[in-house]
């Protein structure tokens, strides 16, 4: 350790930035992959000379640590949400949808949610106990609606086990394939997660609820995660006068037309909803259809907001959603 000195440490540090990722051919190194390893060794240092008693100079400490490039700033439109969810919802593996909720519901990281067990989801309090996670403290995150939704419906509820047969190689290599068959660019399964705590921040929680949900410890790195969409800070600047409260008022200003896609076939009649992945209503007449879609697209809005969730704003432009000659777009109203 002696004969290692500040212009090793200098070589060794550019060298690496040449270097070519094991899984990433064609690429280099991230500066901020060559940043912890200069770190772990100044780590190493730093305990030879404070518990071992080694008459030492660090070296590290001399040379300039490269500069990490910027946090991801990737947030999903409204519209990816909801082709995401949708065609997730139809996947040959079923597990890909749940899995895809929780991540936008919860925002775990990707291990925690596929090393998630039925044990440790407490149904009664709406948590699930994550005993290992990255930072290595075991933690609690509490469950919406929609993520216990998913658990109980679209899962198998076992007394023990895991809840995902998924491994983490295959979820990348589905995840992958998943996004490329939909032409969405430049988005990892890991900003689901940024997408989750951005969103946690728009709904009004403060630095420390988030922390809590997602196990960050340290508040600056969670600001790496946030990026808030300016236009819904707009309010916040200028708020107005509450109006008195009714129900009927607030259900109204959700009553509002939903895109929607009518199939025909000889014999069949099929309206389904782009903006609700699980609402679709079949039959022989279209006029009966129609009218059990209007009922049914009323009672899905009003059991979100009795539920406390907002209804999701129509999606205007789905006209590349179309995929045969017998589908068409049509906007219904919900009354």
Same mark, same amino acid.
């Given at each position: 350790?002696?004969?290692?000195?500040?212009?090793?440490?200098?070589?060794?540090?550019?060298?690496? &930035?040449?270097? %070519?990722? #094991?899984? /990433?051919?064609?690429?280099?190194?991230?500066?901020?992959?060559?940043?912890?390893?200069?770190?772990?060794?100044?780590?190493?240092?730093?305990?030879?000379?404070?518990?071992?008693? &080694?008459?030492?100079?660090?070296?590290?400490? !001399?040379?300039?640590?490269?500069?990490?490039?910027?946090?991801?700033?990737?947030?999903?439109?409204? !519209?990816?949400?909801?082709?995401?969810?949708?065609?997730?919802?139809?996947? +040959?593996? $079923? %597990?890909?949808?749940?899995?895809?909720?929780? =991540?936008?519901?919860? =925002? @775990?990281? $990707?291990?925690?949610?596929? /090393?998630?067990?039925?044990?440790?989801?407490?149904?009664?309090?709406?948590?699930?106990?994550?005993?290992?996670?990255?930072?290595?403290?075991?933690?609690?995150?509490?469950?919406?609606?929609?993520?216990?939704?998913?658990?109980?419906?679209?899962?198998?509820?076992?007394?023990?086990?895991?809840?995902?047969?998924?491994? +983490?190689?295959?979820?990348?290599?589905?995840?992958?394939?998943?996004?490329?068959? &939909?032409?969405?660019?430049?988005?990892?399964?890991?900003?689901?997660?940024? %997408?989750?705590?951005?969103?946690?921040?728009?709904?009004?929680?403060?630095?420390?609820?988030? /922390?809590?949900?997602?196990?960050?410890?340290?508040?600056?790195?969670?600001?790496?995660?946030?990026?808030?969409?300016?236009?819904? &800070?707009?309010?916040?600047?200028?708020? +107005? !006068? !509450?109006?008195?409260?009714?129900?009927?008022?607030?259900?109204? *200003?959700?009553?509002?037309?939903?895109? =929607?896609?009518?199939?025909?076939?000889?014999?069949?009649?099929?309206?389904?909803?782009?903006?609700?992945? *699980?609402? +679709?209503?079949?039959?022989?007449?279209? *006029?009966?259809?129609?009218?059990?879609?209007? %009922?049914?697209?009323?009672?899905?809005?009003?059991? @979100?907001?009795?539920?406390?969730?907002? #209804?999701?704003?129509?999606?205007?432009?789905?006209?590349?959603?179309?995929?045969?000659?017998?589908?068409?777009?049509?906007?219904?109203?919900?009354?």
């Amino acid at each position: 350790m002696n004969e290692i000195d500040h212009l090793d440490v200098s070589a060794y540090r550019d060298f690496r &930035l040449t270097c %070519e990722p #094991p899984r /990433s051919k064609g690429k280099t190194l991230a500066a901020s992959t060559v940043k912890l390893e200069m770190m772990l060794l100044s780590h190493i240092y730093t305990v030879a000379i404070s518990e071992w008693g &080694l008459k030492l100079d660090n070296p590290v400490a !001399k040379v300039r640590k490269p500069k990490p490039a910027p946090g991801r700033t990737r947030r999903l439109s409204q !519209k990816e949400s909801t082709l995401i969810l949708r065609k997730a919802h139809v996947y +040959q593996n $079923q %597990e890909l949808y749940p899995i895809i909720v929780i =991540a936008l519901e919860t =925002a @775990m990281r $990707q291990g925690e949610i596929l /090393s998630l067990r039925w044990e440790n989801i407490s149904w009664k309090k709406r948590v699930a106990h994550l005993p290992i996670t990255k930072n290595g403290s075991a933690r609690d995150v509490p469950l919406s609606n929609a993520a216990l939704h998913v658990l109980k419906h679209y899962m198998h509820p076992k007394s023990e086990g895991k809840v995902f047969s998924y491994t +983490q190689p295959g979820i990348k290599s589905t995840w992958r394939l998943f996004i490329n068959s &939909l032409g969405i660019e430049d988005l990892h399964f890991h900003d689901l997660r940024h %997408e989750a705590i951005s969103r946690l921040f728009e709904k009004g929680l403060d630095m420390l609820e988030v /922390s809590t949900i997602s196990g960050h410890k340290s508040l600056s790195m969670l600001k790496r995660y946030t990026h808030l969409l300016a236009y819904k &800070l707009v309010p916040k600047l200028d708020p +107005q !006068k !509450k109006r008195k409260s009714s129900s009927v008022c607030s259900i109204r *200003d959700y009553i509002v037309a939903y895109p =929607a896609i009518i199939k025909k076939r000889s014999k069949k009649c099929t309206i389904d909803f782009f903006d609700f992945v *699980d609402l +679709q209503v079949s039959g022989r007449n279209c *006029d009966t259809v129609l009218s059990e879609a209007k %009922e049914k697209l009323l009672k899905k809005i009003v059991l @979100m907001l009795h539920n406390g969730e907002t #209804p999701p704003k129509p999606t205007k432009d789905i006209s590349e959603i179309i995929e045969a000659k017998n589908e068409q777009i049509s906007f219904v109203f919900p009354l």
